[in-house]
T-cell receptor, first 111, second 115 residues
Framework: DQQVKQNSPSLSVQEGRISILNCDYTNSMFDYFLWYKKYPAEGPTFLISISSIKDKNEDGRFTVFLNKSAKHLSLHIVPSQPGDSAVYFCAASAFGNQFYFGTGTSLTVIP | DSGVTQTPKHLITATGQRVTLRCSPRSGDLSVYWYQQSLDQGLQFLIQYYNGEERAKGNILERFSAQQFPDLHSELNLSSLELGDSALYFC??????????????FGPGTRLTVL
């Protein structure tokens, strides 16, 4: 039962352009969402989060958008840099309980 | 470097065997989480310990067990191993200082291969 889905296993973007990573969820009780970034041979590292009371959160080049009615969130990276090449996981939680992770999207930023 | 350490990095064993994975959380973190990442799967939450006590349980098989010791390090025990248990096992820690949501810091993972 995959409550958090990332339907695009991979994405390639030219350096300097916008990268948009998408995530869908099924549980309407989720109230907190995060994005993690993972490089090979390393554990995931926290990138950005958003609470369900907001629809946008921005941190430098990274912006997360939340559309609660569509049960959809997206991560925008502008401008994309080669160092952003990694696997990105979205995760969601309800009321401080366990986090449910998506299967990840592998982003390649082409120089 | 997240400050979370996991040993061993790699483990190769045979079906039916038992292994122990070890995790040392970041200094000051009271919570430890275990996750399993199988091929083409997301991170599946297994179990959480907080200050030595089990706090939450996810999709953890009965063949698997964990504990957190007084020095806050944690061990995940996997027994009667099956081929399908081959996966990356991540440990994460968080401070859990009364804040509802705590950022989790992940270790580099242990890659388990069951032959």
């Amino acid at each position: 039962d995959q409550q958090v889905k990332q339907n695009s296993p991979s994405l390639s973007v030219q350096e300097g352009r916008i990268s948009i990573l998408n995530c869908d969820y099924t549980n309407s009780m989720f109230d907190y969402f995060l994005w993690y970034k993972k490089y090979p041979a390393e554990g995931p590292t926290f990138l950005i989060s958003i609470s369900s009371i907001k629809d946008k959160n921005e941190d430098g080049r990274f912006t997360v958008f939340l559309n609660k009615s569509a049960k959809h969130l997206s991560l925008h990276i502008v401008p994309s840099q080669p160092g952003d090449s990694a696997v990105y996981f979205c995760a969601a939680s309800a009321f401080g309980n366990q986090f449910y992770f998506g299967t990840g999207t592998s982003l390649t930023v082409i120089p | 470097d997240s400050g979370v350490t996991q040993t061993p990095k790699h483990l190769i064993t045979a079906t039916g065997q038992r292994v122990t994975l070890r995790c040392s959380p970041r200094s000051g973190d009271l919570s430890v989480y275990w996750y399993q990442q199988s091929l083409d799967q997301g991170l599946q939450f297994l179990i959480q310990y907080y200050n030595g006590e089990e706090r939450a349980k996810g999709n953890i098989l009965e063949r698997f067990s964990a504990q957190q010791f007084p020095d806050l390090h944690s061990e995940l025990n996997l027994s009667s191993l099956e081929l399908g248990d081959s996966a990356l096992y991540f440990c994460a820690s968080s401070v859990d200082a009364g804040v509802e949501y705590n950022e989790q810091f992940f270790g580099p993972g242990t890659r388990l291969t069951v032959l």
